[in-house]
Antibody, heavy 123, light 110 residues
Framework: QVQLQESGPGLVTPSGTLSLTCAVS?????????WMWVRQPPGKGLEYIGE???????NYNPSLKSRVTMSVDKSKNQFSLNLNSVTAADTAVYYC????????????????WGQGTLVTVSS | QTVVTQEPSFSVSPGGTVTLTCGLT?????????PSWYQQTPGQAPRTLIY???TRSSGVPDRFSGSILGNKAALTITGAQADDESDYYC??????????FGGGTKLTVL
């Protein structure tokens, strides 16, 4: 059973950089799957941020692309999210998760989710 | 910009059937969008219900089913139960690794 756990600062100052890590257990980050980040502002809906593959390939939501960087640390079996130039609008619960892909193809859905971590942008 | 549409809210009686839909402001939803559906209760992470249009995720009761109805993806709950009261989100896949969430439907069971 794959488990994901987000970690990182719960408070970020405006114009700073939000940095989160997602630790993967019960499976290898170097598998055929992609790994994703989704966020949810308080009281609002879910927003896809982007995805990363173990070889460093990434795809980002066009609306966030200029501020987002995702990476993988194979030695620690974890992946990370950096979002720079943050404002109060970036305050949200951030979820990491897995996009299921088998040896043939990706199935384009999120099969495992972390529990989420609240990040507040405030001075 | 692509916008994925869902009903903001819906109500169903216990034991009743409800169909939630997931559409596009421009164009039709098809199986090539690999529609998936997620259930979320307050304070919890989303739970995967349906993927690839109509495949139930492991452990999901068969009262949940997915389909394409006309030009939209649909999630049907047959025999609604009190604990189905949740927010439901659809996700559509577009090319180049882009996924778009619908705005979510708040389902009330009463």
């Amino acid at each position: 059973q794959v488990q994901l756990q987000e970690s990182g600062p719960g408070l970020v100052t405006p114009s700073g950089t939000l940095s989160l890590t997602c630790a993967v257990s019960g499976g290898s980050i170097s598998s055929s799957n992609w790994w994703m980040w989704v966020r949810q502002p308080p009281g609002k809906g879910l927003e896809y941020i982007g995805e990363v593959f173990h070889n460093g390939r990434t795809n980002y939501n066009p609306s966030l692309k200029s501020r987002v960087t995702m990476s993988v640390d194979k030695s620690k079996n974890q992946f990370s999210l950096n979002l720079n130039s943050v404002t109060a609008a970036d305050t949200a619960v951030y979820y990491c998760g897995r996009i299921y892909c088998d040896s043939d193809r990706c199935h384009y859905y999120f099969d495992y989710w972390g529990q989420g971590t609240l990040v507040t942008v405030s001075s | 910009q692509t916008v994925v549409t869902q009903e903001p809210s819906f109500s169903v009686s216990p034991g009743g059937t409800v169909t939630l839909t997931c559409g596009l402001t421009s164009g039709s939803v098809s199986t090539s969008h690999s529609p998936s559906w997620y259930q979320q209760t307050p304070g919890q992470a989303p739970r995967t219900l349906i993927y690839n249009t109509n495949t139930r995720s492991s452990g999901v009761p068969d009262r949940f089913s997915g389909s394409i109805l006309g030009n939209k993806a649909a999630l049907t709950i047959t025999g609604a139960q009190a604990d189905d009261e949740s927010d439901y989100y659809c996700v559509l896949y577009f090319t180049s690794g882009i996924y778009v969430f619908g705005g979510g439907t708040k389902l009330t069971v009463l």
